[in-house]
């Protein structure tokens, strides 16, 4: 076991937390944050600036980009141009801005399903229209469908395309040739592709992600979204990055930002990015040693104990997608049942789109203990289920 500070149950109820809004003895593994406490560089840094009292409007300053700049090199052999690099208060609103930005009402956004739920939200908000592209499974690993993909680039009304690497639900970490490939159509057609980068510091040590902007050649189509808030478990402090080497691009979604009011930080977005990239490298190869042990504990639990079930191994993320489809075509009415009979509340694949239908997604980026006590409930869960019918 990596680092026991993960052990520690932290009590989120009454936090204000939207995962833990649960009934007393449900145990929520859904939405993607964690029960752990973020990095004690992170937690000192914004006491200090909690402290200095005063909470003005505030920018990034060079700091800021400085730590990006450097934990994206270091670690991944990525040089971000810190002229490329613009703030955002989060992933989601780049998505938003960048459908509102370099699109127009009525024209397809492709995604490779089954994808994060709230890619769709973003385009149909909009008045775009979402045009998946179903991943193709082999034997429990997936992959771009490079004809269907060619097909969805090629219609005129498509003009961007929403890529997540690595992937949730999936936990896939696409290779450098499978983002090749990807973009030469891309620019082929004349499709551009924003990168949700935001899980790519959640890894399997000895397994980095590699950034779809570290390729050579592909800047002039391709642009990301990054940010410390999954790894470092900061999300309600609401940070991101966006990194445009395009022009035109950035131009574009940088003015659209302005437009849509999430160009400025909070006075902490910055102070905690800047502390968790510069002083909570450790901290994080703790938290992938932690998070991937429960992985690999779970994969392990379901295979030797819920044979109906299959887990799909996953490089990246700490959320792991199980194949259910042995008890379930559509998995919504078994995690009603699953929720009411043991208390484990879990996402459905539905909600991802096609090909999510009969998997779900489950949070493993919690101690120890309370992981065994999803599996249990799982087990029984399955049980039962399987003896109602
Ligand atoms: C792929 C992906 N992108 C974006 C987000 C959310 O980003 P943010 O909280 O920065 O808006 C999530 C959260 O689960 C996610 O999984």
Redesign the pocket.
Known sequence: MANKEFDEIVNRRHSGSIKWNVKDGELPMW???MDFKTAPAVVEALRKRVEHGVFGYCAPDQEWADAYVSFYGDRYGWNINPKDLVFC???????SSSVRALTSVGDNVVLFTP??N??FNSIVNNKRVPLPVPLLEENGAFHLNYPAIEKAFADEKTTLCFF?NP??PVGKIFAKEEMGRLADLARKHGVRILS?E??GPVSRPGHPYVPFLSLDGVEDVVYS?I?P??AFNL?GI???AIVMPNEEIRKKVERQINTDEVAEPNVFSCVASTAAFNEGREWLDNLNEYVFANRDYAETYIQENIPELIPIHGDA?Y?LWVDCRKICADSRPFLEFLREKTGLFVSAGEIYGPGGEGFVRINLAAPRSLVEDGLRRLKEGVVSFRNKR
């Open positions: 939405v993607a944050d208060l989060g992933v989601v609103p780049v998505l994808v994060y709230i890619f997540c992937h949730n949700d935001i899980h979204a940010s808030t999954k999300a609401h940070t991101a993320t959320l």
